[in-house]
């Protein structure tokens, strides 16, 4: 009988940078390491959360969307727009001197990296803007088909990063009321006076995407396998276009162990597992399905926490949700069964 088992490692994809990468590791930076592995007798590569998160955020674990891949990988070299505007050599000269700090930095400058890389992705845009887009060039028109495509998730995430682009990056808590509670009303007028935000937001999903699935194919016969964040933050578009799904009154965390007397607190906000259930658990299968997509396998991280977590009350003593074993084990299973449905 023929052994399924296979051996890798296990790596943040912002670790493994290139000397071409802009201070990170990137989506173009994959194959490298694939081709290294699978010279050395293995054949998983398994990264931890590509996902989104805030500029001020460091861990891939607390990610500002489920569905969305962070621009931060993107490999500026392999752009067409940016490499029609003269790529390096079109840079200001205060953006280049960043750009060496970040290549030269002992460690991952993240604020660094955001910054010189959003301005060269937005003056990439500009020009996919002005000769692709207004023209519906063959470019244009396979962004808007993968804008079709995706719009089951792309569209609340689009709209909600770029309204927090305009709100100065803050919280979604702090943003006026209406936007705040995401009142339809409030939101078709954002996605009019918001529309080429809107649009930029997308294209660097296409780009990203685009980059990733390449970088996919030219790993094989090596697998790329992702993670599965377990929830995400409470500034997430998720939670802003769900906020009944959640419980915004607590966090998640860990109860008291032999590491600590007082347990862990992950300022996560649980999820409303009852109000999901109703659904029919829409979330969690779109999150399966989109992971499925994106990774040839992943960990569910936290796996237990599925069956039955740890919720912290601001106010009041943290208890099991669910909070009994049978109505636990029946949860888990359900959701681990969506997991396997997708792949």
């Known amino acids: 009988m023929a052994s399924t088992r296979s051996a890798g490692i296990l790596i943040p994809l912002s670790s493994m940078p290139s000397a071409e990468s802009w201070g990170i590791g990137e989506f173009s930076d994959v194959p490298r390491v694939a081709e290294w592995l699978q010279r050395a007798g293995l054949g998983v590569l398994q990264l931890l959360p590509l996902n989104e998160t805030a500029r001020d955020e460091f861990s891939p674990y607390s990610p500002l969307t489920a569905m969305a891949l962070d621009p931060q990988f993107i490999s500026l070299r392999d752009v067409a727009d940016f490499a029609a505007i003269g790529g390096d050599e079109s840079l200001d000269p205060a953006i280049c001197r960043r750009l060496t700090h970040a290549r030269s930095a002992d460690r991952v400058d993240y604020s660094c990296v955001r910054t010189v890389k959003e301005y060269a992705l937005r003056r990439a845009f500009e020009r996919f ?21 995706e719009s089951w998730w792309i569209e609340d995430y689009a709209l909600f990063r770029a309204i927090r682009s305009t709100e100065r990056e803050r919280e979604c808590r702090a ?37 990733w699935q390449a970088a996919r194919r030219a790993s094989r016969p090596v697998s790329i396998f992702g993670d599965f964040p377990f929830l995400v933050t409470g500034d997430s578009a998720d939670v802003w276009k769900r906020q009944d799904e959640f419980l915004l009154d607590a966090t998640v965390g860990a109860p008291p162990d032999a590491f600590s007397e007082t347990g862990q607190d992950w300022g996560l906000p649980p999820c409303n597992w009852e109000v999901m259930a109703a659904r029919g658990d829409e979330w969690i299968r779109q999150r399966a399905r989109r992971m499925a997509a994106l990774f040839d396998g992943y960990r569910v991280d936290h796996l237990v926490g599925f069956y039955r977590t740890y919720v912290r009350p601001l106010a009041g003593k943290p208890y099991f949700l669910p909070g009994n074993e049978p109505e636990q084990l029946a949860q888990g299973e359900q959701l681990l069964r969506i997991f396997l449905e997708y792949g």
């Open 175 to 211: 943003w006026p009321d209406p936007l705040r509670r995401a009142d339809p009303g409030a939101l078709a007028a954002a996605r009019i006076t918001l529309e080429r935000e809107v649009l930029f937001c997308q294209y660097l999903q296409w780009i990203a995407e685009g980059q």
């Open 129 to 149: 803007l002005d000769v692709e887009w207004r023209a519906s060039s063959p470019r244009a028109q396979a962004l808007e088909r993968y804008i079709a495509d």
